[in-house]
Every structure is written in structure tokens, then in C-alpha cells.
């Protein structure tokens, strides 16, 4: 079975720093791009942040740029996403998800782990 | 990057059709084919229900259907059931700010 399991999501406060993490199963982690997502409470989707297979290519959204930094290890198909400086404004339920193998779209989700941001 | 602009909300009863719009610019929707669509039900992860503008995805029913016009795209579910009811994004590549903008989102209730 094609699966993403999210961990590491937490409650924390302001200014302080987590780590997630996403492990794949069921597929050839090592030639799919990835991305991180977020979803507000109550809100819709954000994307946050693209890895390339290669880890080459690495793209991040404006409200996150500068302090999270995204990264995979394809001998342990694990994908991870360390976010620093947290905000409150970061809390959210994090999704990471498998891209399509030929065009834009996320075909693959987690079933999300939430980062709760409060003081 | 402002998300893609979608009605708040839809409604129609079962077998009916219903289509969603979602509007862009010429840097994201009108510029690409690279538009997407999700299904999202309360408390779920989302699910990928288009893709390249109107490409399904193995499993998904030929009731979803997507096109686009300049810069704006559809979705449109035909005989709707039940179990459609969630919340539908559009999402598309964007050259102007890396890499995906999504929609805000269009709560479909079946009556």
C-alpha cells in the first residue's frame, strides 16, 4: 500500500523549533519530488514548501522562507521539514505529499500531524 | 502569491451537476495547464481529483470533470451524490512565487 506517515508535530511556543518528519512506504520514494503543505484550523490549504528527488531543487513559500528548511533522505524515505522561529501564525495541521511523477499536482498525502503554536 | 479566487460555497441536490469555478492570472491558471483540483472531507487529508486541468487519476469517477478559459478553470461534478459533500480546492503552478498557490476553497453540500 502507497503511504505517508507524518510525525512530530507538538505543542510550542513562540520562537521555539520542531522537527517533522514523513517516512514513505509502498513506493520508489527516491524518484518522486515532495512537498510539505499546511492547514490552518478552520482554514484551506498552504503550500509551504518542494523538494526535487535530487534534493537539487528546493523551493519555499514567502511566510515560511528563511525559517524552515526542507530535506529528504532517500535511503530512508523519510522527508522532513525543520521549522525554527516558529509563530503562531504556523499552527496548523502539516501534510506532506507525493508528487505527481510527470506535471504539477500532489497525488499522495499524509494524514497530517498538527503543530499547535502558543504561549 | 494571493490564492486563486473560488465561490465560498455551492449546493444541489442528488443528481444534479454543479460547477465550481476558480479564478487566477495569466502568472498561474491562464498561464499554464497545470491546474489541479482536491477533494477534502471534514477531518481527512485531501485527495487529488484532477489533474492537468481535466486528467483523472486512476480510481477517480468520470462524474469529475475539469476545463478552463483563460484564467479561469472548472471543476464540474455531474449526478451528484452524497458523498460528495466536502470541500473542493483548485490549485496551479505559479511562475510568480514558488511553486503551487491553492485556492480558497468551495464547500459543496449535497441537498
Known amino acids: 500500500e502507497v503511504q505517508l506517515v507524518e510525525s512530530g508535530g507538538d505543542f510550542i511556543q513562540p520562537g521555539g523549533s520542531l522537527r517533522l518528519s514523513c517516512v514513505a512506504s509502498?513506493?520508489?520514494?527516491?524518484?518522486?519530488?515532495m512537498n510539505w503543505v499546511r492547514q490552518a484550523p478552520g482554514k484551506g490549504l498552504e503550500w509551504v514548501s518542494f523538494?526535487?528527488?535530487?534534493?537539487?531543487?528546493?523551493y519555499y513559500a514567502e511566510s515560511v522562507k528563511g525559517r524552515f528548511t526542507i530535506s529528504r533522505d532517500n535511503d530512508k524515505k523519510s522527508l522532513f521539514l525543520q521549522m525554527n522561529s516558529l509563530r503562531v501564525e504556523d499552527t496548523a495541521v502539516y501534510y506532506c505529499?507525493?508528487?505527481?511523477?510527470?506535471?504539477?499536482?500532489?497525488?499522495?498525502w499524509g494524514q497530517g500531524t498538527t503543530v499547535s503554536v502558543s504561549s | 502569491q494571493s490564492a486563486l479566487t473560488q465561490p465560498a460555497s455551492l449546493s444541489g441536490s442528488p443528481g444534479q451537476s454543479i460547477t465550481i469555478s476558480c479564478t487566477g492570472t495569466t502568472s498561474d491558471v491562464g498561464g499554464y495547464r497545470y491546474v489541479s483540483w482536491y477533494q477534502q472531507h471534514p477531518g481527512k487529508a485531501p485527495k487529488l481529483i484532477l489533474y492537468d486541468v481535466s486528467n483523472r487519476p486512476s480510481g477517480v469517477p468520470l462524474r469529475f470533470s475539469g476545463s478552463k478559459s483563460g484564467n479561469t478553470a472548472s471543476l464540474t461534478i455531474s449526478g451528484l451524490q452524497a458523498d460528495d459533500e466536502a470541500i473542493y480546492y483548485c490549485s496551479s503552478y505559479t511562475s510568480s512565487s514558488p511553486l503551487y498557490v491553492f485556492g480558497t476553497g468551495t464547500k459543496v453540500t449535497v441537498l
Open positions: 523538494i526535487s528527488r535530487s534534493s537539487s531543487t528546493i
Open positions: 505529499a507525493r508528487d505527481l511523477t510527470t506535471s504539477y499536482g500532489m497525488v499522495v
Open positions: 509502498g513506493f520508489s520514494f527516491d524518484i518522486y519530488s
